[in-house]
Structure formats: C-alpha cells, structure tokens
C-alpha cells in the first residue's frame, strides 16, 4: 500500500478505537474493550513497519487546509521522514506491548474502559505530535497528549484515600505543561514573525539558503521552543510534576511518562535542529539544563522509597542526558538514547508495576525484599532493565550512554567527568532499588507476604518482549569497533532521511578512546554492582525510616525541597496577589472608590424602593422613565438639528 | 422582516395564553425563529449584503433600513441557536412555566436580532436600549430577592454608557444629515473628532463588555440572576458590544483608530491577566466564571480594536466559542448551586461519584474553555493571540499567559467541586434536557473547532468591506 495511505490508517486507527470504547465501551466486557483498543496499537504498528520499510525520501502528505488567513495559512499535513517514523515505531511498538499490560493489569478496574480510551486518544495525539509536518500540527498534539497526561494521572480522582491527592498531582502537571505550552506558542509566533511558514521543511530550505546566524530572532525562538521542552520533558525548571505524575496507574507512566510523551522535548529538538544548530547560546543552555536536571534528579533518586518515585526520578535523569547530548549537538545520540530507554524504563515501570500488583498495591521499597524466588519472570526482567540503564556491558543502555560520554569527552573533559558522575549514580540508585526489591527477607509482614503471586502471563509476555529488546537494543547503533560496516545503522539513517540532519556530521573518536572509554564505564558500573551487592545483601543495609536519616540522605530524601521552594517562590505569592487583587483592587478601589456607584446608587435604590412595592408601581415607573428618555431624545434631536 | 416578526408575535402570544402553555410556545416559537434564520442562512451569499427592509430618509434624517452581511447573519444564527439551547436548560425548572420569562426571552430576542439587523443608527441605539428592558425585568422579577442595589447598579451603569454612545451618534448622524449606516460610513472626520465619538461608544460598550475596570457592574449581577438571565447576559448581550465594535465603531470612526486603539487593548490585556488572576482564589463558583469571563473577553475586545479582518476572524470564533462555553458553565454552575444549596467551593467536592454524567458533561465543558484541541477556543484563542503578538511582542506574551492561568482556575474549580470525598451525602445527577443541552453545546464546539476555516471564509469578506479605507465605501453599499 502507498506510504500515505499507511500512514493516515495508523493514525486514525487510534482514534477510531477511542470513539468507539469511549462511546460503547460500557456495554463491553472487559475481553472486548481490551481486544479493541490493543488490536488497532496492533494494527498501527504494523502499519508503521510497513512504512518504515518504504521510507526513503522526506514525504509531506497533504490532509486538508486548516486555516487560510489574510497573510499566512496553515496545512493540516503530515511529514514522513526518517525521524517521524522512528518515533512512530517507538509509539506504537512499545504503546501495544503497555496496552497488552493494562488489559491484565487494570483487570479488576471499574474505569476499564474508560482507560483504554484515554490511552488511544493519547496515542493519536503522540502520533498527530510527531507526524506533523509543521508546528501548528505538532502543537496540536502537544496540547491534546498534555490532556490525555491529565486524565490518566487522575485517573483514580474518586478514590477515598488518594483521590484528591491523585486529582492534584494530575493538575500540577498539567500546569506545569502549560507553561511549556505557552513557551511554545510564544515560539510559533516569532517563527511565523520571521519565516512566515511553520512548515519544518520550508524553515530548513529559507535557512539553508540564508542561515541568518547573527539574527537574534533565532536565539528567541530556540530558547521558546526549549521552555516547551523542558515542560514536557520535565527538565529544570519544570521537572517536578513528573515525580507527582507516578499517581497515575502503573502502566500510564510506563507509556506517558518513560517511553513517549516525556520524549517530546527531544524530538522538538531534534526537528528543530535546524534552528538550534544557528543558536550556540541556546545549545549551551540545553547542555548545562540537561547536565543540572540529570545530576539533581539522579542525586534525588538515591534515597526515594517509592518503587515508582526512583524510576521517576531516574526518568527525569536519563531525560537530562538526552538534553545533554542535543546540547552537543548529537541529535541523533539524543535519539538512540530515546529508543533504548523507552525499551528498559517501559520494562522496569511495567516490572514495578507486576510487583505493586504482587503487592496488593503496596509501593514502599521498606516493606519488599526476596521478591526474587515469589516473582520469576518479573524478577529476572526486571533485573534486565536494571543492568540495561545502569549500562552494564553489551546492554542496550551500555551502548546509548557510551555515544553520550564519547561526545562529552570530545567535547570538555570536565563534561565528561561530571556525566560520569551522574552515570554512577544511576548505577547505584537502580541496584539499591533491585537488591532491596527482590533480595533479602521479605519485610512486609506476614499477611501481605501470603498474597504475593506472580502475574498473569498477559503482564509477563509484555515484559519478556521488553527485556529481550533492552537486551539487544544497543545493536541498532553498534560502534564502529564492533563491525566494519553497518556501524552507526540508526545514525546514518536519521541522517540520512531528516531535514537538516543530513548536514550535521557527529564526532568521531579514535577506536582506542572508543575501547577505553568503555572499559572506564564498564568496569565503574560493575564495580557499582559488587558494591551494591555487598552493602544491601551481605551487610543488609536497609533503607532506612525517614528519621534516620542523616546529612545528605536527609536532602535527597527531601527531593531537595524544591517542591516547598516553588511553593514559596510561586504559588504563594500568586494567591496571595489573587486575595489581594480581589480584596483591595475589585472591592476597596472599583466598588467602592472610583467606580463606586454602589454606595450611590444604593442610596437612590432605597429611595426609589418606594416605587417598587409592586408590578404595577414597577410598569409605571419605566413608563415614565421611558417617556422621559424619549422626550429628551427628541429634546436633543432637535437642538441638534436645528442649530 | 419575519426574522423580527416571529418573536414578537410569540412574546405577545406568550403573555396571552396561561402559563401552562408557556413551554410550548417558547420551543414552537425558538425553533421557529431557528428554522427560519436556517433559510436565511441557505439562501445567502456572503459576498453580498441582503437588504431586509429600507425606507426613504424621515424626519431627522430616520431611516427604517434593516439588513445584514456575512458577518451580521452568523449574529443572527447565534442569537437564534443560543435562546432555544437557554429555553431547553431551562426546561426542568420552574420559570419554563411562566408566561412572563418566555415572554421576556422573546423580546430579548427582538431586541438582539434588531441590533444585529440594524442598518441605522438610532435603530441600532433604539434596539440595544429596548434589550434593556428585558433582561432588566427578567432579572428584577426572578432574581435574587434582596439585590435591587445590585441591579441598579447594574441598570445605571450601562444606562450612562448607552447615554454615551448616544450623544456619539447624534454627534454623527447630525453632520452626515443622516443615520443610515452607509451614510454614517462616509463622513469624514479628523482625528480628534474621531476619537471623541470613539470614546462615546467605547464607554457604551467597555461597560457592555465589560472591560476592566468597567466590570465591576458584572460579578454581583450575575451571582444575583436567576440562571437564564446569566445566560442571556453572558451568551448574547454582552456579545451586543463586540457586534458594535466591529460593524459600527471602528468603521464609523476609523479615523481615530491608531490613538484610541492603545488604550482599549491595554485595559483588555490588563483584563485578561486581572480577569484569571482573580478567578484564581475566587471560592463563589458564579463569580469565578464572571472573572473567567472578563478574562476571555478581554483577549477577544484587544483582538477586535487591532482593525483587520485575520483578528477579526478569530473574534467571531470566540465569540461564538465563549457564547457556547458560558452557558455550559453556567448551567453547571446552577446544577451545583440548585442541588448542593450552595455556591462555595470549599463547601462542595466528591460530586463525580454521585452525579457521574454531571461529572462527564461539566469536564467536558471545562476542557472546551480551557480551547483544547478540536474545540473551537483552541483556533479562534491561536489567531487572536497571534494577531495580539504580531501586534506587540509584550502585548502577545502577556496574552499567552492567559493558557497557564485559564487552567489553573479552570482546573480548581473543577477539582474542589467534583473531586475528592463527597460532602454531601446525595446529588441529583443530569436530567434529559440538561444532558441535551450539554451534548448539543459540546457539539457545536466540536464542530465549529473543525469547520473555523469554513467560517472564516465565510465572514471574510463582510470583515473585508468593513476594515476597506473610506474612499472605497461608495462602490460597496448601494
């Protein structure tokens, strides 16, 4: 089939789904509502695959007009490119095995369907994000994945004990997106201001031909466009609704906020390449964000007690470095980076989920522990992604991280010193995670220990497909010292097939620092491992209760008091200005200064009460008044005209 | 002509019969009026102008000229599509049965498709006094018992605006020796005088509007009204002003347009941010939509006052869009007053789970106002504020951030009301006409967000004419 018939299948598919759960979902068993919304993820992927195996050349597909003003218009219309189709394949590939998950998962949930309507509505607003061919398109499913995110965060808004605490963490979120939306819309503006097209193509031809580097326009709109990122992709500033998103069902921060949405900001940048390549101050700013997000997240990270709080934490993290590589410009880095940690954060986040599920819900890392014997298969993938983002060697993540840390060396020892720094401290937050889950003795208590079970084998087969693709992931981009040719593959093919890509040629170390650079990483996160190992299992080093903590535990525990900083910083002082606003401007200063026509009028209104004793004292009074009104109408009228 | 006829005849109709029968002729008479504003609408080409009546020059330079263009009829279709959704929301309650508020909604009606047809000056006042009456009785009978200081307020406050925009076509219509519109278009003014008539119908329609700081007539009102005159207000009387602007003041007095345009956008754009920011901690439900109201409707005045057809384009979208938005909240806003017994939102919450379609329908409300995508807001609130930032660079972002603060106080309202553990022990949930009102409301949303380019086109041309330079206007209006 053509390549843009594909394409449209793939992208309505998922809206067809939503409409029809969402409309007669509720008459559905359960077996249906899961069959549909996973069948066309099914379909959707298939059909991408289809298309990436057609993709050679950038292809717009024209839709419809969407809007034709005066001076500008803008298309409804899809790009197909190298870029586009990667991340389709992403969306949809790990998005079937997540709904394959939910169907086990959210087996026993009343909003069954209503769920797998939210998740196929967010995939087609993911989809509509990343296949349009301009930034009004993409914006439109920038805001629409922004809503589904609410939704699903909320998604348990009634429940007795977390409902509201789940319905703010839903709002914070959404906010806290909003920010970035406006960033962005702000940024579309200035690039209709200076290109006056929001086509991606289009932009990449008029500055091919004229890169107005000198122009500040350009730092203006990179700058809006990477305040948009840093809401999505929850950098620094706006990271902290991300780690308050985990009150979503499991699998929603699997798919939402590990594998898709999150990676918005970094497609944003990749697509944009174009014009961030012409900004340098605002590249510098991504890499020192990304670097900060990466080191205080993953710093946070190490003393969460919440199985879901430190894979959030680490998300935020992992996220930073991708920010970091766009600030070195290895846009494609950033996007093998993207691929492999949709495969092993999907996994470990459906893993904790298998494990809350074992654990009737329970969260806290404290009350787990010898997991390993009562949960096999969750047990054993888990520990996959694990070593996969700790990047133990030949792993996927081992590979993605080393092209990061090769372009840090290259580009200042000291960056690459430091990103060590944050890749050990990964290591270590995600093997204290591991050992306590799933070693040592149970903590949680008799009664609690009798219902763990293992899940379904609806939940494991998603989690088996996972690990093997956190296990081989790395080949997608092996290095050049592994294989003569086809080096690079995932590279060479962005590359080859993105607008503006093709003129960005990455860095290239020598074999030796290649070969050295990965044996420094490997031998560092081993050495991580024995000591893990050593500290949680041999010497059963528990985590400990909050008041136990001491110095620097204390602060990560915390999460650095930056939830209580903006609390301050914002939230505080813009209530405090709406009270003030209403209480001293609305009604000291209008209503009863200047415009205070109350207190007059209220006068006159106990004056004229007398009229007012009954309808026919009312008809009378507005026949005089009316008689009067038109008597001096015709009063002027007259002077008027007759001078 | 019939387009006026018909709900004249219904109003007088109404008061005639007994209010048993009210229902029924407030549905025949608003579908009616529907149906026949449909005919209109099939048998016009919006590149023309359709003349409904016109009548020789009268004494004092009076003419008796009713028409509309594009821009005018889609007016028209609004006002009559919005009073039969306001009859429907009604439909449960206890004024459906009373001849005297159909009777009202009636002359509402006739007073809102005169101003819109209006081709003459002191028809256009005459008609935007006469919907005075209407929604002033309405208010005054069904209101609030104990707020007459309000509704004088309120009375006295548009009173002196409309005195304004009196003098400002008097002003007018005496050096034109006329008050047909078209030779109120001609005359030539220098700019100083231009913005002094300017102002004349600025006050009339800044306090319509209402603009800050002329809006302080509005929160008490609509907390103080009984819900369809909310409606009325907020739906269709307010949107009175925006049809002003664009069809009689800015092209009447566009010479003054480059000086008075900097004030109306200010205190628009102040009124965005003010508007939300209030609304923030605002704990009456009603009141906080009265805000959120003054927010959106500054964005849309701001638009109108930038004096080209693109800004005009997304206005009429909002227009239309809020008119939509305002009576979805609205009526949500009276099912939690009339059913919980109170306004407040700290002593509301949990409501979802006992009144889960209640729950659906006012998300889904809430969402549309926030202008998410496929709504129509998400088109009309993108053109607006672009138009705004192409316009000023400060300007547009402080607009922009009307999307951060709209979800903030959208979002709380609708959290402390719904969410949570319920306060109250039971909740009435949707009846069938409340279920109607919210499908078809979300409906058209739905579809003027995916059809904005259609209506774009179609008002174009009217936008066209209006904003074309003085010395163009012989060849447009025979």
Known sequence: MAVDKLILILLVLPLLGALVNGTLGKRFSNALVGGIATGVMLVSFCCAVLVFNQTNDTKIIHLFNLLKLNDFHINASLQVDALSIWMTLIVTGVGTLIHVFSMGYMSHDKGFYKFFTYLNLFIFSMLLLILGSNYFVLFFGWEGVGICSYLLIGFHYSDAEKGMANSIAARKAFIMNRIGDAGLLIGLFLILAQFNTLEFTQIAEKLALDPISANGAIVGITLCLFIAATGKSAQIPLFTWLPDAMAGPTPVSALIHAATMVTAGIYLVVRSNFLFELAPLTKDIILGIGFATSMVAAFIAMRQNDIKKVLAYSTVSQLGLMFVALGMGAYTVAIFHVTTHAFFKALLFLGSGSVIHAMSDEQDIRLMGGLAKKLPITHLTFLIGTLAIAGFPLLSGFYSKDEILGHALAHSPILYGTIMISVALTAAYMFRLYFLVFHGKFRGGEQLESHVHESKAIMTFPLVVLAILSIFGGLLNLPGIFLKNGTHWLQNFLNAHTAGLEKIHAEHASHTTILALMAVASTMTIAILIWAYYNYVKKNRLALADKELVGWQLFSNAKLYIDELYNFLFVKPIEYVSKMAYSIIEIKVLNQGIFGFANLFGKAGSLLRYWQTGLLSSYLFWMVIGLIGLISYYIIKLQFWNF | ?478
């Open chain 2, 1 to 478: 002509m019939e387009l006026l006829i018909i709900p004249l005849v219904f109003g007088l109709i109404s008061l005639i019969l007994p209010s048993s029968w009210s229902k029924l002729i407030g549905g025949v008479g608003a579908i009616a009026s529907l149906a026949l504003a449909c005919v209109h609408l099939n048998g016009f080409d919006p590149l023309t102008q359709t003349i409904l009546a016109s009548s020789n020059k009268m004494a004092f330079g009076l003419t008796f000229n009713f028409g509309y263009d594009a821009f005018g009829l889609v007016m028209v279709m609004l006002t009559n599509a919005i009073i039969p959704i306001i009859l429907l929301s009604n439909w449960n309650r206890e004024l459906a049965n009373n001849k005297l508020f159909t009777a009202l909604v009636f002359f509402m009606q006739l007073g809102l498709l005169g101003l819109f047809t209006a081709q003459d000056g002191m028809l256009f006042y005459i008609f935007w006094e006469f919907t005075l009456i209407p929604i002033f009785l309405l208010l005054y009978w069904f209101g609030a018992k104990e707020n007459n200081k309000v509704l004088f307020k309120f009375f006295i406050y548009t009173l002196i605006g409309s005195l304004a925009m009196l003098l400002a076509l008097i002003a007018l219509g005496s050096s034109a020796n006329s008050f047909a519109y078209a030779d109120l278009k001609n005359v030539q003014l220098t700019q100083e005088v231009a913005c002094w008539i300017m102002s004349g119908f600025l006050l009339a329609f800044a306090i319509k509007i209402p603009l800050f700081p002329f809006h302080t007539w509005q929160p008490a009102t609509y907390t103080s009204s009984p819900m369809a005159g909310t409606m009325l207000l907020s739906a269709l009387m307010l949107k009175m002003a925006l049809f002003g602007m664009i069809k009689w003041m800015l092209p009447l007095t566009s010479e003054g347009i480059e000086i008075m345009k900097w004030p109306v956008i200010i205190l628009g754009t102040i009124g965005i941010i003010y508007g939300a920011i209030i609304a923030i901690k605002q704990n009456d439900i009603k009141t906080l939509f009265a805000f959120a109201s003054i927010s959106h409707l500054g964005l849309i005045a701001a638009g109108i006052m930038l004096f080209n057809t693109a800004a005009w384009s997304g206005a009429v979208i909002q227009i239309i869009n809020h008119s939509l938005i305002s009576i979805g909240l609205f009526l949500a806003a009276d099912i939690l007053e009339k059913r919980s017994g109170t306004r407040n939102l700290s002593e509301l919450g949990g409501i979802a789970k006992l009144a889960p379609r209640f729950g659906f329908w006012f998300a889904v409300t809430v969402f549309a106002a926030l202008s998410i995508p496929f709504s129509a807001g998400f088109i009309g609130e993108f053109i607006l504020i672009k138009e705004l930032f192409n316009f000023h660079l400060i300007v547009g972002i402080l607009a922009a951030t009307s999307l951060i603060l709209g979800a903030v106080y959208m979002l709380r309202s609708y959290q402390l009301s719904m969410f949570g553990a319920p306060k109250i022990s039971s909740f009435e949930d949707l009846s069938w006409n409340e279920i109607a009102v919210f499908i078809i409301l979300s409906l058209l949303i739905l579809g003027i967000g995916l059809c904005s380019s259609q209506i774009i086109e179609y008002t174009e041309p009217a936008f066209r004419v209006l904003t074309e330079n003085l010395t163009s206007n012989q060849q447009i209006i025979e």
